[in-house]
């Protein structure tokens, strides 16, 4: 079946290195969301596209963090100056519309040691 | 500003029983809702997705309800098993996806 692709699945990196984590949406699917799971398993909304353009970023940090989903290229999350409490698992999903039925990808571990 | 919050935030049970984890949000203008599971560093898989439209639905075990006028939605587990021991997610869909506080659910034998 179609899938979500998240990679790398673990990704370890001093405090201070920069992090890039990647999405390869279903083929089809017009939106991209990323999300960040912390400890006590809250899900943070960090920014949706629509196509390649920003749809909402209204969960995303200003500083460090930014995003990019480019033409028939994985979506990028890319982390600036990574800082201890940026430790989580990061979580890719698509979708065909904003309103349901978004198919979630494996998640991304990352730690900042 | 839509918050979701699940209650209760833990529950240890006995094999066999049957469960009620509820769901509540805040602003009742969303478009769908849906249950997940995740099982502990694991991703999420999908249990139940409710339209708005719609009252419940059914999955085996598993019935979920969803009252959007009163901002609420309750799981139903039957005839629980160690196997559904996971953390269930409720999240409700406005123009992105936003998820409960969650319910961490242990069944021992």
């Known amino acids: 079946g179609e899938e979500v692709a998240q990679t790398p699945k673990h990704l370890v990196r001093g405090e201070g290195q920069k992090a890039k984590l990647y999405c390869a949406p279903i083929k089809g699917h017009s939106y991209v969301f990323w999300y960040q799971q912390v400890l006590k398993n809250e899900f943070k909304f960090l920014i949706s596209?629509?196509?390649?353009?920003?749809?909402?970023e209204t969960g995303m940090p200003k500083e460090r963090f930014s995003a990019k989903c480019l033409p028939n290229s994985p979506c990028s999350l890319e982390i600036q100056a990574t800082k201890l409490e940026d430790s989580a698992v990061y979580f890719c999903?698509?979708?065909?519309?904003?309103?349901?039925?978004?198919?979630f990808g494996s998640g991304t571990r990352l730690t900042v040691v | 500003k839509q918050e979701v919050t699940q209650i209760p935030a833990a529950l240890s049970v006995p094999e066999g029983e049957n469960l009620v984890l509820n769901c509540s949000f805040t602003?009742?203008?969303?478009?769908?809702l849906q249950w997940f599971r995740q099982d502990p560093g694991k991703g999420l898989t999908s249990l139940l997705l409710?339209?708005?439209?719609?009252r419940e639905q059914t999955s085996g075990r598993l019935n979920a309800s969803l009252d959007k006028s009163s901002g609420r939605s309750t799981l139903y587990i039957a005839a629980s098993q160690p196997g559904d021991s996971a953390t269930y997610l409720c999240a409700v869909y406005t123009d992105k996806l936003i998820f409960g506080t969650g319910t961490r659910l242990q069944v021992f034998p």
């Open positions: 409710i339209q708005s439209s719609q």
């Open positions: 596209f629509q196509n390649e353009n920003v749809f909402d």
């Open positions: 999903a698509s979708s065909l519309t904003t309103q349901g039925g978004y198919t």
């Open positions: 602003d009742s203008a969303i478009y769908n």
